[in-house]
């Protein structure tokens, strides 16, 4: 059965930091490529981040980029985005999702699996 579940999130104030964990199982991680999206209340689900399968390759939003970076960690099948400079527009749920292949891409839709998601709250 795969599953994918995060932790880490919680509520800070702007400027804080936070690490969200992705944990994977019950597929072979080492062959797929993963990504991180969040979901605001009333907004579409956004693209955050991506890392390819072998992590040679990150993207990130514009929205993020420089503050926030993901890894992940082949051996122990978790993928992890660390959040700095948190803003209160960041404030959404989090996902990881896994997409088979090398390299991510920035549309859920061409995932083949996600997790339930971590709030993170920033407030200001």
């Known amino acids: 059965q795969v599953q994918l579940v995060e932790s880490g999130g919680g509520l800070v104030q702007a400027g804080a930091s936070l690490r969200l964990s992705c944990s994977a199982s019950?597929?072979?991680?080492?062959?797929?490529?993963m990504g991180w999206f969040r979901q605001a209340p009333g907004k579409a689900r956004e693209f955050v981040a991506t890392i390819s399968r072998t992590a040679s390759t990150v993207y990130y939003a514009d929205s993020v980029k420089g503050r926030f970076a993901i890894s992940r960690d082949n051996a122990k099948n978790t993928v992890a985005l660390q959040m700095n400079s948190l803003k209160p527009e960041d404030t959404a749920v989090y996902y990881c999702a896994a997409r088979y292949g090398p390299r991510g891409r920035p549309t859920v839709s061409e995932y083949d699996y996600r997790g339930q998601g971590t709030q993170v709250t920033v407030s200001s």
């Open positions: 019950g597929f072979t991680f080492s062959t797929y490529a």
